[in-house]
């Protein structure tokens, strides 16, 4: 077996562009607020994995490499996980979501739990949209129950335009669930040793 050396490091200005024109096109102007004073840091093995770091912690990463011992220069992380880099796509994870849902303006409300069990949200599980949507539009989802009203339950990416839910069937799938990808709270419930 091959072992892989883990690497956590400044993204490079190809990874910090990948992510960079990901969270320009889903939250616009907003980025300069996102990203005051924060760096890209990604961790390295296998899959590259996305941590936003804020000023302080860049100049700590950095003062401990530049000035302690060989065996504390390799800094296994830091920061807030947003996603992962795959084939040179920025992925946003639940995480991410959790981070920047503040700045998603496009929110999906939902009548029950399904969403956070892996499951697709259809049309007839929707209560309400904050604002139009398009295809392949990021949304925040959030339910709308007696006891979890307001709750964020994760991210998803639409797969219809809103101006087509009016006509749609109730079965039309709006976000496709995913099981085994951290879309959702409920991926942490179901991956649960």
Not at 16 to 44: A, C, G, H, W, Y
Not at 87 to 103: A, R
Not at 105 to 114: A, N, V
Not at 163 to 177: D, M, R, W
């Amino acid at each position: 077996m091959v072992k892989t050396e883990t690497l956590f490091k400044k993204a490079s200005k190809e990874e910090e562009q990948i992510v960079l024109s990901f969270l320009l096109k889903e939250f616009d102007t907003k980025v300069r607020e996102i990203m005051n004073n924060k760096s890209i840091f990604i961790k390295q093995r296998g899959v590259k994995e996305v941590y936003i770091v804020n000023k302080e912690l860049k100049d700590t990463i950095e003062f401990i490499r530049n000035n302690s011992l060989e065996l504390t220069k390799n800094i296994f992380l830091a920061g807030y996980p947003i996603g992962i880099i795959h084939e040179k796509q920025f992925q946003l994870e639940i995480t991410g979501g959790f981070y920047f849902n503040k700045y998603m303006e496009k929110r999906l409300i939902i009548k029950t739990k399904q969403f956070l069990y892996g499951k697709d949200i259809v049309l007839a599980n929707v209560n309400e949209y904050t604002l139009p949507f398009k295809k392949g539009n990021w949304l925040a989802v959030y339910g709308r129950g007696k006891k979890d009203s307001g709750l964020f339950y994760g991210v998803g990416k639409a797969l219809v335009d809103s101006n087509e839910l009016s006509s749609a069937p109730p079965n039309t799938v709006i976000i496709k669930g995913y099981k085994h990808r951290p879309f959702d709270l409920g991926w942490y419930l179901r991956f649960e040793k």
